[in-house]
């Protein structure tokens, strides 16, 4: 099941790396569920990136729990693949009119970010749980950290 996740959900100029991760983390069932795993390579540099919904959690969580999930997901990513950074996003949707354009041009987003972090292999563990905890590079938006996270 994990193999078949992380290939179908699995994209970027790099899309067997993403796989790779894909498989390392679909494997276990996150609170915060990965929606996609995304992996790009410009030159010698690999990026990948982790979506997250930032709804339909799999149980309630606290911050610090998001923040430890967070912090896991990155170390399974480097563990899995030789990536240099590992970018998480999550986002939730946006209510959209059925007669909205969503497509194209005059499209209208269809969801909005919550929570962002980018992460250099080189950063440890117990830096990343700092950064989470202060603030410090990440974006947390504040009416989704009040209605979502316990």
Known sequence: MASSDAYARA????????????????????????????????????????????????????????????????????????????????SVPLRVGKDLVVSGDLARPTSRTVFTVSVRRNESADALRSRLRQGTGVFWDQDWTRSALK
């Open 11 to 90: 994209s970027g100029n790099a899309k067997p790396i993403a796989v790779r991760i894909g498989r390392a983390l679909f494997r276990t069932q996150w609170p915060a569920q990965v929606l996609n795993v995304y992996a790009d390579a410009f030159g010698n540099f690999r990026i990948a990136g982790l979506h997250l919904s930032g709804v339909r959690f799999h149980r309630p969580l606290t911050r610090a729990q998001f923040e430890s999930e967070i912090a896991d997901l990155v170390a399974r990513a480097f563990g899995a693949a030789p990536v240099d950074e590992v970018d998480v996003w999550a």
